[in-house]
C-alpha cells in the first residue's frame, strides 16, 4: 500500500518521475516535430498530470494524457489517452466529426494494441488504455505508450481540418 499523498510537495516524488518522462520523451526524434508538454501538480482532485500536445492542436486542447491520483496509485494502473477538450465555440472544431473521422481512419490500428479501448461515442475521451506499474517502471511504460500514440499525429491533424466548422 502507498502512502496517501495530500500536498503538493507529497506528490514531487511523482512529478519528478514525470519531469524525467518528458526529457526522455525530449530526447526522442519524433519530439521534434512540434510536440510540447505540460507536466504539473493539479490541486484541484489532487493529482499530478502530464500531457503531451501540439500548438496546432488548438492550442493544447486536443492532447495524450496520464495523470495519477492516489487510487492510480493504490491500484497500480495509469492511463493514457486521447483527450478532445474542444468546442464549437472556441475553437470552431465539432467533437463529433473530429472523433468519427478519427477513429475511421485509425480506429482499427488503436485496437491492436494491447489494452487499448475505443469508446466512439464518447467525444472526448475516445480511446485510451491503463497500464500497470510501479515507482521503477512508471516512466518507462510511459515512454512507451506515448511513443506508440504519437504517430496518431498525422490523422489527429487531419481530423482537426475535417472537424472545423
Not at 26 to 41: I, N, P, T, Y
Not at 138 to 164: H, M, N, T, Y
Request: proline letters at 3%.
Amino acid at each position: 500500500m502507498h502512502q496517501r499523498m495530500n500536498t503538493a510537495e507529497d506528490w514531487t516524488p511523482y512529478l519528478n518521475l514525470l519531469k524525467e518522462l518528458q526529457v526522455r520523451l525530449e530526447l526522442s526524434r519524433w519530439f521534434a516535430d512540434d510536440w510540447k508538454v505540460q507536466c504539473r501538480h493539479v490541486e484541484a482532485g489532487n493529482r499530478v498530470i502530464f500531457l503531451l500536445t501540439k500548438d496546432r492542436w488548438c492550442h493544447g486542447a486536443i492532447h495524450f494524457k496520464t495523470r495519477l491520483t492516489n487510487t492510480d496509485l493504490t491500484k497500480g494502473l495509469v492511463r493514457v489517452g486521447l483527450h478532445v477538450e474542444t468546442s464549437i465555440l472556441t475553437h470552431g472544431i465539432n467533437r463529433v466529426v473530429f472523433d468519427r473521422f478519427l477513429l475511421e481512419q485509425c480506429g482499427e490500428l488503436i485496437v491492436t494494441w494491447k489494452g487499448y479501448v475505443v469508446k466512439p461515442t464518447h467525444y472526448q475521451k475516445p480511446f485510451h488504455t491503463w497500464i500497470p506499474f510501479t515507482e521503477e517502471t512508471l516512466v518507462s511504460g510511459l515512454e512507451a505508450e506515448f511513443a506508440r500514440v504519437q504517430q496518431l499525429a498525422p490523422a489527429i491533424d487531419q481530423a482537426i481540418q475535417s472537424a472545423k466548422t
